[in-house]
């Protein structure tokens, strides 16, 4: 079989390392990244700049182990086929169900905001029939462009990449020049609880990682591509995260009453005309992240129907395109319904509280499969394996230790209505 030929769901392997690298770092550098900045300076001041540091520490601990864990496997599912394995069908079903759930939320956040920013051109857009209109044109066309083939959609996210990170970079670089280092005042260490908080939300600013690593099936090597992705993609995506909030605490005096750090920073340093421009990168950079995010979200249906944890009928693939078209049009609609009825930030939260409950699983996947004989060997190994597990399942406890009630809550309610269907299924 060629590097680019078929795996053995039918699936086509046309996804490339640089395309999947491209990939990670799209979903990684998403709407985060535009609106967070205000939100962690408000929290916790310029000690936001420590919480960048250790939630960067943190998804490096749980990259690894996705890393090792990842690199054992060449088939579609990402962290529900490493649970499925690891602690058997159940745990999977639960992950894979719940993982889908957090892409679909994470895809309607997003979308609103996309709708946000572009009422600033068109208020109209903010509300009824527009903003249903505008919401269900994104999400056609995207998932049509998923539905005619993975290279050509692989290559689509490339283009919003590359033009992402030059863009944003061009932002951090720019205004380094013009930061005031008398904005970078240490008044005293942050309470726990904010500081905390703050480290919370930016897991989901590193997220991305966990999503990528879903169409495994349509990687070419994905045992040997998959690992070094990851570890590239954080490294870009940390540096330049932090160097943007920097920008932000240098140039920006109000920066914790901004609704759009990025925009409103570049209006200081280059004036209206940058604040204009940063804007229109802000919904190109959601606008990428949708793709990335319709991309990857159909795949987990498909790998739990694959499984026989799902119909059959939702691992049809297309006989010409080779994709999951049925999954693509389930995942599509469910998107669209929850985009048009629900909320960014409650989502964000949502899906942040359902990633570490992924994230602790797949970290505590490393020791248990190391001692499997009957799974493939890893091409990557963690040096010090079993400690960086320990403490990155440790470190994900603490953040959901964080979590509100009511997203708790929820989480478990989707939890127990996962079970209903996974009977419903072993019962068939």
């Not at 904010?194 to 349509?218: H, K, N, Y």
């Not at 570490?356 to 699983?361: C, N, P, Q, T, V």
């Not at 004989?373 to 990557?380: I, L, T």
Request: hydrophobic share 55%.
């Amino acid at each position: 079989m060629s590097r680019s030929g078929a795996s053995p769901s039918g699936l086509l392997r046309g996804i490339s390392r640089f395309d999947f690298i491209a990939l990670i770092i799209n979903i990684t550098i998403g709407a985060g990244i535009l609106g967070l900045p205000a939100r962690l300076y408000a929290l916790v001041g310029t000690w936001s700049l420590l919480a960048y540091g250790v939630s960067a520490a943190v998804v490096t601990l749980i990259i690894l182990c996705f890393a090792e864990v990842s690199s054992r496997f060449s088939s579609t599912g990402g962290p529900y086929l490493y649970s499925r394995v690891a602690f058997g069908p159940l745990v999977g079903f639960e992950v894979g169900w719940l993982f889908w759930l957090s892409r679909v939320a994470s895809f309607a956040s997003i979308c609103n905001l996309f709708v946000s920013y572009a009422a600033l051109f068109r208020p109209q857009l903010a509300e009824g029939w527009e903003r249903t209109g505008l919401m269900t044109a994104l999400v056609a066309g995207l998932a049509t462009l998923n539905y005619i083939g993975v290279q050509r959609s692989a290559r689509v996210n490339t283009i919003f990449t590359v033009s992402k990170l030059v863009v944003i970079g061009a932002f951090a670089v720019f205004g380094l020049l013009f930061i005031d280092p008398a904005a970078f005042r240490f008044p005293g260490v942050p309470d726990y609880a904010p500081f905390s908080q703050a480290v919370l939300l930016l897991i989901f600013t590193f997220s991305g990682f966990d999503v990528a690593a879903i169409p495994s099936g349509e990687v070419q090597q994905p045992q040997r591509t998959v690992p070094v992705a990851l570890l590239v993609s954080i490294g870009t995506v940390a540096v330049l995260f932090m160097a943007v909030q920097v920008v932000c605490i240098g140039t920006l005096p109000n920066l914790a009453q901004s609704e759009r750090p990025l925009s409103d920073a570049a209006g200081q340093f280059v004036g209206p005309a940058g604040a204009l421009f940063i804007t229109i990168v802000a919904l190109l950079t959601a606008l990428g992240t949708l793709h990335a995010l319709m991309l990857t979200g159909p795949r987990l249906l498909f790998a739990m129907a694959e499984q026989q944890q799902l119909p059959g009928w939702l691992a049809r693939t297309h006989p010409r395109f080779r994709t999951p078209y049925v999954a693509i049009l389930i995942t599509a609609t469910s998107q669209l319904l929850l985009a048009v009825t629900g909320t960014f930030l409650y989502a964000l939260t949502l899906s942040t509280l359902i990633r570490l409950s992924y994230f602790a699983l797949t970290c505590a996947a490393l020791p248990v499969l190391r001692q499997r004989q009957d799974v493939p060997s890893a091409q990557f190994r963690v040096a010090g394996g079993w400690l960086v597990s320990g403490l990155a399942v440790l470190l994900c406890g603490w953040l959901l230790s964080n979590s509100s009630g009511r997203e708790a809550r929820d989480v478990a309610i989707a939890g127990a209505v996962g079970l209903l269907i996974y009977w419903r299924m072993r019962s068939a």
